[in-house]
């Protein structure tokens, strides 16, 4: 990461954006860890600030979120027998239970992996 400063009045004000960034976007999980490493783990935020490895690191914890996410779904809807068959029955059954899934899904991921350091 080059330092760069930038002249605002009399002062140099250091640029803290790095070089060249991880291609990507931020989504859902990837925007929650920002948020919560930026209100609850300031040291740890702004190291990876500083050293150029933020988004790297939001990308890598949005992935593994997202496939964790999926997963849980997949096994909480087979295991609570959410099938074709029921949602072509029951829609309203249907959606209510697989927000419910989706709820607990994402209540784990954020405490196995948001949430966590």
Same mark, same amino acid.
């Given at each position: 990461m080059n330092l760069t400063y %930038?002249?605002?009045g009399d002062y140099l004000i250091l640029n803290l954006i790095p070089d060249s960034e991880p %291609?990507? %976007?931020?989504?859902?999980?990837g925007?929650?860890? !920002?948020?919560?490493l930026e209100n609850y783990r300031r040291g740890i935020y702004s190291g990876?600030?500083?050293s150029g490895?933020? !988004?790297?690191?939001?990308l890598m914890i949005q992935e593994q979120a997202e496939e964790r996410f999926d997963l849980l779904v997949e096994q909480?809807?087979?295991q609570e027998g959410m099938t074709e068959q029921l !949602?072509?029955?029951n829609q309203m059954l249907w959606v209510?239970?697989?927000n419910n899934i989706w709820e607990r899904a994402e209540e784990n991921v954020r405490e196995e992996i948001i949430y966590c350091l």
């Amino acid at each position: 990461m080059n330092l760069t400063y %930038e002249k605002c009045g009399d002062y140099l004000i250091l640029n803290l954006i790095p070089d060249s960034e991880p %291609e990507g %976007e931020l989504r859902k999980f990837g925007l929650m860890r !920002k948020s919560y490493l930026e209100n609850y783990r300031r040291g740890i935020y702004s190291g990876l600030l500083l050293s150029g490895e933020l !988004k790297k690191h939001l990308l890598m914890i949005q992935e593994q979120a997202e496939e964790r996410f999926d997963l849980l779904v997949e096994q909480m809807a087979k295991q609570e027998g959410m099938t074709e068959q029921l !949602k072509a029955q029951n829609q309203m059954l249907w959606v209510k239970r697989m927000n419910n899934i989706w709820e607990r899904a994402e209540e784990n991921v954020r405490e196995e992996i948001i949430y966590c350091l």
